[in-house]
């Protein structure tokens, strides 16, 4: 069982910036980032795996954002450059015991990022 918590969201002007933190009470082997906007699906934004640090990003943020992660900390983080008011979504954060990193066992409860225009 893996319990995690996000931090950082908040409100924000197009073109600011914030990051995003998701602190995790044990390891896993990959851990992502989703976000979830109102009337919308779920959509993956990025993916890291604990092992590599290789990663993985969804299209319409690549290049403006970026995941890290501290495996020291147990903690990842999403860094959100250049945002834009399509940004604006809950952000969860889960983790996956999966080496495919498509399964996702364990979520966060999501904290919101609102970009104004």
């Known amino acids: 069982q893996v319990q995690l918590v996000e931090s950082g969201g908040g409100s924000v002007q197009a073109g600011g910036s914030l990051r995003l933190s998701c602190a995790a009470s044990?390891?896993?082997?990959?851990t992502g980032w989703f976000r979830q906007a109102p009337g919308k699906e779920r959509e993956g934004v990025a993916t890291i795996y604990s092992s590599d640090f290789s990663t993985n990003y969804a299209d319409s943020v690549k290049g403006r954002f970026t995941i890290s992660r501290d495996n020291a900390e147990n903690t990842v983080y999403l860094q959100m450059n250049r945002v834009k008011p399509e940004d604006t979504a809950m952000y969860y954060c889960a983790a996956s015991s999966d080496l495919s990193c498509r399964a996702f066992a364990y979520w966060g409860q999501g904290t919101q990022v609102t970009v104004s225009s």
């Open positions: 044990g390891y896993s082997a990959c």
